[in-house]
C-alpha cells in the first residue's frame, strides 16, 4: 500500500528526515515512535503535502506518486491525515466544512453526492459511536473545544472519509484517560483489511489500546529499530538510549568499514 524509499527531507538546509524507509501493507498498523526532534511531525507533514519542505525520494500510496500531488489530490487518492493540534475555524461550520469534504472526494472519485439528510445521519451515527455530542455538528469546526472533542472530531473526519490510508500524530496528545479509551475505541472500530494506519506517538499507552503489527523507532532521520508491539513495551521499561546508543554504533561501524 504505502511504499517510502530513501526519502531525505530538509528545511532551510537542515537535514531532518536521511534516507528513510517503510513499507506499510494493505490493513497494517504501524507506529513510529522517537525522541523529541526525531523527524516524526515531519514525516506526516510531508507526506500530507505541507509546503516548505525540500523533499526527494520516492512515497507511493497505491503506485500514486505522492511527492508529485497537491495535498488535495493525495486526499483523494485515500491519504488522511490526523493533526496532533487540530486547527480551530471560527465562522466554519463543523457540519458544512465535514459534508463539504465528503462530497468533494466522492465527486472527484466520481461517485454520487450525499444529500443533507444521508450525511447527517451517518455523521450523527458515528458520533454516539465515539460518544460525541451531537451539538457539535452545528459549532464552527474545533472551536471552544476541549483536547478530547477536537481528537474526537478528528476520528470522525477518518470515519466520514474512509482513507486507505490514515496518519495519526500524536493522537494521545492531552488527552485524559476517558477521552484517550474514546479515540482508541474509534480506531479500533475501523481498523479493516482495506485500511491501514500510520500512528506517530511518545508513548507506548496509546499502544496498549491500539495494538500494532509493527513498532519503529526514529532518530537521526532514520529508522534505527524495528520491532513488534514488545517493543513499545521495551522503550516504556528502558527509554529510547539503548536504541539510540546501538545505533550510533553500528553507524560508526559501518563508517569504519567504508574506509
Known sequence: MLTIKDLQVSVEDKTILNGFDLEIGEGEVHAVMGPNG??????????????????????????????????????VVGLFLAFQYPASLPGVGNMHFLHTAVNAQRQARGEEALDAASFLGQARSTMAELGMDPGLLGRSVNDGFS???????????????????????????????DALRAVAEGINARRDGGRSYLIITHYPRLLDLVVPDHVHVLNGGRLVASGGPELAAEIEAQGYAPFLAAAGAGAEAQTASAR
Open 38 to 75: 526525531a523527524g516524526k511531525s515531519t514525516l506526516a507533514h510531508v507526506l500530507a503535502g505541507r509546503p516548505g519542505y525540500e523533499a526527494t525520494g520516492t512515497a507511493t500510496l497505491d503506485g500514486h506518486d505522492l511527492l508529485s500531488l497537491e495535498p488535495e489530490e493525495r486526499a
Open 147 to 177: 483536547g478530547g472533542e477536537k481528537k474526537r472530531n478528528e476520528v470522525l473526519q477518518l470515519a466520514l472519509l474512509k482513507p486507505r490510508l490514515a496518519i495519526l500524530d500524536e493522537p494521545d496528545s492531552g488527552l485524559d484517560v
